[in-house]
Nanobody
């Protein structure tokens, strides 16, 4: 089993920045890919970005391109999401995920989520 714990969420004004972090523990497999998802009220969970074990960013959803950056530190078992120029529509619960690539990203382990609220 793998446990994922997110941190860094909170309330921020439009145009501001936040950095989310996720620490993995348990049966860590650094060969696995990592990802961030988000779920806004009344909407389906959405894949935001994915990153391979070698640090290659494989996917970023169009709505956050140029504003969000995913990164990972395998030595510390962490994955981060730097979010800049935040907009009200970025408000959501953000979830860390560890998964694998089988032609596309397949989520396996989930964190509990961290709330991000963008509001003035």
């Amino acid at each position: 089993q793998v446990q994922l714990v997110e941190s860094g969420g909170g309330l921020v004004q439009p145009g501001g920045s936040l950095r989310l972090s996720c620490t993995a523990s348990g049966s860590i497999r650094t060969l696995n890919a990592m990802a961030w998802y988000r779920q806004a009220p009344g909407k389906d969970r959405e894949l935001v970005a994915t990153i391979s074990n070698d640090g290659t960013t494989n996917y970023v959803v169009d709505s956050v391109k140029g504003r969000f950056t995913i990164s990972r530190d395998n030595a510390k078992n962490t994955v981060s999401l730097q979010m800049n120029s935040l907009k009200a529509e970025d408000t959501a619960v953000y979830y860390c995920n560890q998964g694998i690539y089988i032609s596309s990203y397949v989520p396996v382990y989930w964190g509990q989520g961290t709330q991000v609220t963008v509001s003035s």
